[in-house]
């Protein structure tokens, strides 16, 4: 809508990897907050998400369109001085925000209700979906498909156990797939993929730690095939 414009990622460390995949993004900025940590992460020192909050203000953007806006992100966005600041409502942020639309329904898929912060620049709704430019995975990919025969990628964790089925249960999808000829590719952090390979009943195939670095721009590599 405007293609002009210069858009950079503001996001955490972990997830810096994914930033220049997505279209149209200049430059990633990343630094981790130190109120929202996973239980597998340690906590970050302050020092680096300051820096970065002062990096942004430096770079004097117009607009800050705010994923996931908990009230103490959006507070950070305001402490960078972006003058307009759009996110959907939750836990407070509207002291924070300049433009609050309604929060998100979770029963409407993530994509979609992103889109609505656009509503702010009368960009009129369409379709959306999720995409990644896979040109710069162009290397890691041929090292992938020369590995990997056709496979079925399985996620089966979560930041929260509770909110995963049971490791059996997974295991026996595995080896139903595997008996219908896919190979498996497990996808997951090190310490999540190497407690799956520790259990009694470890399944099968190939593990993305082992195949490469275990980053999220290798497994972004893998999943593209």
């Known amino acids: 809508a405007f293609p002009d414009a210069t858009i950079d990622l503001w996001c955490k460390e972990y997830t810096a990897p994914i930033g220049p995949l997505i279209p149209h993004i200049s430059d990633v900025i990343a630094a981790d907050p130190f109120w929202a940590v996973p239980p597998h992460r340690p906590r970050p020192p302050i020092q680096p998400f300051l820096r970065s909050v002062g990096a942004i203000r430096r770079r004097r953007y117009d607009v800050a369109v705010v994923s996931e806006a908990p009230w103490r992100t959006a507070a950070a966005v305001a402490a960078a001085r972006i003058p307009v600041r759009v996110g959907l409502a939750r836990h407070h942020n509207n002291h924070f925000l300049t433009h609050v639309l309604p929060a998100?329904?979770?029963?409407?898929?993530?994509?979609?209700?992103?889109?609505?912060?656009?509503?702010?620049?009368?960009?009129?709704?369409?379709?959306?979906?999720?995409?990644?430019?896979?040109?710069?995975?162009?290397?890691?990919?041929?090292?992938?498909?020369?590995?990997?025969?056709?496979?079925?990628?399985?996620?089966?964790?979560?930041?929260?156990?509770?909110?995963?089925?049971?490791?059996?249960?997974?295991?026996?999808?595995?080896?139903?797939?595997?008996?219908?000829?896919?190979?498996?590719?497990?996808?997951?952090?090190?310490?999540?993929?190497?407690?799956?390979?520790?259990?009694?009943?470890?399944?099968?195939?190939?593990?993305?730690?082992?195949?490469?670095?275990?980053?999220?721009?290798?497994?972004?590599?893998?999943?593209?095939?």
């Open 104 to 225: 998100e329904d979770a029963r409407k898929p993530v994509v979609q209700e992103q889109a609505r912060l656009l509503e702010a620049f009368s960009i009129p709704p369409r379709p959306s979906q999720y995409r990644l430019e896979t040109t710069r995975l162009s290397l890691a990919r041929d090292r992938f498909a020369a590995k990997l025969p056709a496979f079925v990628a399985l996620h089966p964790f979560a930041t929260d156990p509770r909110r995963c089925v049971g490791m059996s249960e997974w295991i026996e999808v595995g080896r139903e797939l595997e008996t219908r000829g896919f190979a498996l590719l497990w996808i997951g952090t090190t310490a999540e993929l190497s407690a799956l390979r520790a259990s009694k009943t470890a399944p099968s195939g190939y593990f993305i730690d082992q195949l490469g670095d275990g980053s999220l721009t290798t497994t972004a590599a893998a999943l593209s095939l």
